[in-house]
């Protein structure tokens, strides 16, 4: 596959997964920061919460500026990005992990509506993968 075409569904991929992610996950990681923030509770459980909307949001934000990188610079430009970008990226894919094992335990335990919070930033995981394997998979050449 040529790179014209990993353009290409890089964009579906993300307009299929990574904008529900994006607006979904965003929207419950900013809530994550703000009810951490303004909870009258214990110090711990409200930091976790906070630190957890903080780490959804900066992985969004990751991966919205290295796909609109891929989408206008192609796999070069995705290559002299930052090491910290990618690290916010993989950041955001460990804060979507509890989603997944609550979403995935909640459902499997009788409740439908637990599936449902499978789609609360879990999809952006998928275009994010696909831009990593792009980062660091052996050039076209060299394959032979």
Request: net charge positive.
């Amino acid at each position: 596959m040529d790179e014209r075409l990993h353009k290409r569904l890089h964009l579906a991929l993300a307009l299929l997964f990574g904008l529900p992610g994006l607006l979904l996950g965003g929207t419950v990681a900013l809530v994550g920061v703000y009810s951490g923030l303004m909870q009258e509770t214990r110090l711990l459980p409200r930091l976790l919460l906070v630190c957890w909307g903080v780490a959804g949001a900066l992985g969004i934000v990751a991966w919205v500026r290295i796909g609109a990188d891929f989408l206008l610079q192609g796999r070069l430009g995705m290559q002299v990005m930052g090491r910290v970008w990618w690290a916010l990226l993989l950041l955001g894919a460990f804060a979507a992990i509890p989603a997944v094992v609550l979403g995935v335990v909640v459902g499997l335990t009788g409740r439908a509506q637990g599936f449902a919070l499978l789609l609360y930033g879990p999809p952006l995981l998928l275009p994010a993968a696909h831009l990593a394997w792009l980062r660091w998979r052996q050039p076209l050449a060299a394959q032979g």
